[in-house]
């Protein structure tokens, strides 16, 4: 089984900065992708960044430029550096890993529980 662990969520005011990190264990032969997602009240869950092994990474286009999400390969934790953070930055964030649990089978995803951001004066 795999376990994902999310931290740094908060309440902050339009314009400042949050650092979230999530760190997966359990049984990890490797980790493929790794991302984060979020979800605001009353819309769908949207992918806000990821980053493969070895690959460039992917950001939303409501997040470029302020985002930067980054990993610890060793110590299977992804981060997300999150800057100049708006309103509409507000909602869950999830953190997914795409495992492989060892050699030979197959990778599957795997979602954290979820840290509450939320951007308001």
């Known amino acids: 089984q795999v376990r994902l662990v999310e931290s740094g969520g908060g309440l902050v005011q339009p314009g400042e900065s949050l650092r979230l990190s999530c760190a997966a264990s359990g049984t990890i032969f490797s980790i493929n992708g790794m991302g984060w997602y979020r979800q605001a009240p009353g819309r769908e869950r949207e992918l806000v960044a990821n980053?493969?092994?070895?690959?460039?990474?992917f950001y939303a286009d409501s997040v470029k430029g302020r985002f930067t999400i980054s990993r610890d390969n060793a110590a299977n934790t992804v981060y997300l550096q999150m800057n100049m953070l708006k309103p509409d930055d507000t909602a869950v964030y999830y953190c997914?890993?795409?495992?492989?649990?060892?050699?030979?089978?197959?990778?599957?995803?795997?979602w954290g529980q979820g840290t509450q951001v939320t951007v308001s004066s």
């Open positions: 980053m493969p092994s070895g690959g460039r990474a």
């Open positions: 997914i890993a795409d495992v492989t649990p060892g050699w030979g089978l197959t990778a599957h995803d795997y």
